[in-house]
């Protein structure tokens, strides 16, 4: 039983392309993340939606959209991609305030623009 | 703002010996505190929590933190490391009224035999 999986693990494309990485948790849990982790390991939160809404956009370019269908599915796709979006993308969710809750991470998606 | 500051980038240690792995965070209310740990190549997995209550609450193999709140610090021990403990470890927060995981820039432990 998976509790938050990502698709695909591992993603190489071109420069200039979109592509999207897909992201479920069945958990039950109200928020869902994203997060970019680069190559020195660096782990920064991207967006953060709870119960389908956006809450939480930090600085991150208008190519990356999230898109949660439903409160259990937080997508990421990212237009136009380059060089720099190459990194480990980690899907994550939790339900902050309840008591002796945690944020569950999905295994990542590694992406590598060239 | 609530930040999260690790102070150890990179700490090398011998089998057995004991670890302490700083955090503070920067926020003025009610804060939830986590200790995760990244093994190399794979996802984040929690080590510990507090949320409340006992200000020393231990994790999983036989990690131990200490919440201290007049220092905002949240410091990981271990009293005898092993090579396995190898990975990158985060301290992570989230403000008591904010849905933000916020992570440290983490610390990554080496063990040598």
């Known amino acids: 039983d998976t509790a938050v999986s990502q698709t695909p693990k591992y993603l190489v494309t071109q420069m200039g392309n979109d592509k999207s990485i897909k992201c479920e948790q069945n958990?039950?849990?109200?928020?869902m993340y994203w997060y970019k982790q680069d190559s020195k390991k660096f782990l920064k939160i991207m967006f953060s939606y709870n119960n389908k809404e956006l809450i939480i956009n930090e600085t991150v370019p208008n190519r990356f959209s999230p898109k949660s269908p439903d409160k259990a599915h937080l997508n990421l796709h990212i237009n136009s991609l380059e060089l720099g979006d190459s990194a480990v993308y980690f899907c994550a969710s939790s339900t902050p305030g309840q008591l002796n809750t945690e944020a569950f991470f999905g295994q990542g998606t590694r992406l590598t623009v060239v | 703002a609530q930040s999260v500051s690790q102070h150890n980038h990179h700490v090398i240690l011998s089998e057995a010996a004991s670890l302490e792995l700083g955090c503070n965070y920067s926020?003025?209310?009610?804060?939830?505190l986590f200790w995760y740990v990244q093994y190399p190549g794979q996802h984040l997995q929690l080590l510990l929590k507090y949320f409340s209550g006992d200000p020393l609450v231990k994790g999983i193999k036989g990690f131990e933190a200490e919440f201290i709140k007049s220092k905002f610090s949240f410091n990981l021990r271990k009293p005898s490391v092993q090579w396995s403990d190898t990975a990158e470890y985060f301290c992570a927060v989230i403000g008591g009224n904010t849905d933000k995981l916020i992570f440290g820039t983490g610390t990554r432990l080496q063990v040598f035999p």
């Open positions: 958990l039950g849990h109200d928020t």
């Open positions: 926020y003025g209310g009610t804060v939830n």
